[in-house]
T-cell receptor, first 114, second 114 residues
Framework: DQQVKQNSPSLSVQEGRISILNCDYT??????FLWYKKYPAEGPTFLIS?????DKNEDGRFTVFLNKSAKHLSLHIVPSQPGDSAVYFC?????????????FGTGTRLTVIP | DTGVSQDPRHKITKRGQNVTFRCDPI?????LYWYRQTLGQGPEFLTY????????KSRLLSDRFSAERPKGSFSTLEIQRTEQGDSAMYLC????????????FGPGTRLTVT
């Protein structure tokens, strides 16, 4: 049962344009969400996170939006750079219940074309 | 500042053999996690330690798997009587647990069972 879903396996964007990566979740108990970036042969690298009490969090070129009613979040990267090409994973946790593990989506491969 | 390290990076073993992986977390982090990632999937939670106590285990962690964190520092993950289905990337992560839910991942150990 996939509780976090990334329905787009891949995305291609021109350098300088906006990249929008989407993520949906089914478990309404999730209260914290994270995005990770993964390069080949490396572990996931933490990128940005958002608490369920917020609807937006921004860090430089990266902004995460959360729509709790739709159980949907998105990661915006603007402007996109070739070095952003990687697999992006959405993850969620319901820490209020005492759980400590992250639930991951299946990832979206972003390719930024120079 | 050293991140999470894992050893070995790659392991090839024959079916039926035992293997052991090591993870060294970020030094001030008291929480340590093991995940498994197979091709085309996101990481899946295996187990969680707070200091030396193993507090959570996923049902993915069969009886052939055992994890330890004897002094609350490094951790080991052992797989006994390996099967071809155990072939995966094994990821270790750590977190400070003090009001922060971000988990920081190591580079992983890629296991191939022949």
């Amino acid at each position: 049962d996939q509780q976090v879903k990334q329905n787009s396996p891949s995305l291609s964007v021109q350098e300088g344009r906006i990249s929008i990566l989407n993520c949906d979740y089914t478990n309404s108990m999730f209260d914290y969400f994270l995005w990770y970036k993964k390069y080949p042969a490396e572990g996931p690298t933490f990128l940005i996170s958002i608490s369920s009490i917020k609807d937006k969090n921004e860090d430089g070129r990266f902004t995460v939006f959360l729509n709790k009613s739709a159980k949907h979040l998105s990661l915006h990267i603007v402007p996109s750079q070739p070095g952003d090409s990687a697999v992006y994973f959405c993850a969620a946790i319901h820490h209020q219940t005492g759980a400590n593990n992250l639930f991951f989506g299946t990832g979206t491969r972003l390719t930024v074309i120079p | 500042d050293t991140g999470v390290s894992q050893d070995p990076r790659h392991k090839i073993t024959k079916r039926g053999q035992n293997v052991t992986f090591r993870c060294d977390p970020i030094s001030e982090h008291n929480r340590l996690y093991w995940y498994r990632q197979t091709l085309g999937q996101g990481p899946e939670f295996l187990t969680y330690f707070q200091n030396e106590a193993q507090l959570e285990k996923s049902r993915l962690l069969s009886d052939r798997f055992s994890a330890e964190r004897p002094k609350g520092s490094f951790s080991t993950l052992e797989i006994q009587r390996t099967e071809q289905g155990d072939s995966a990337m094994y990821l270790c992560a750590s977190s400070s647990g003090t009001g922060s839910y971000e988990q920081y991942f190591g580079p992983g150990t890629r296991l191939t069972v022949t």
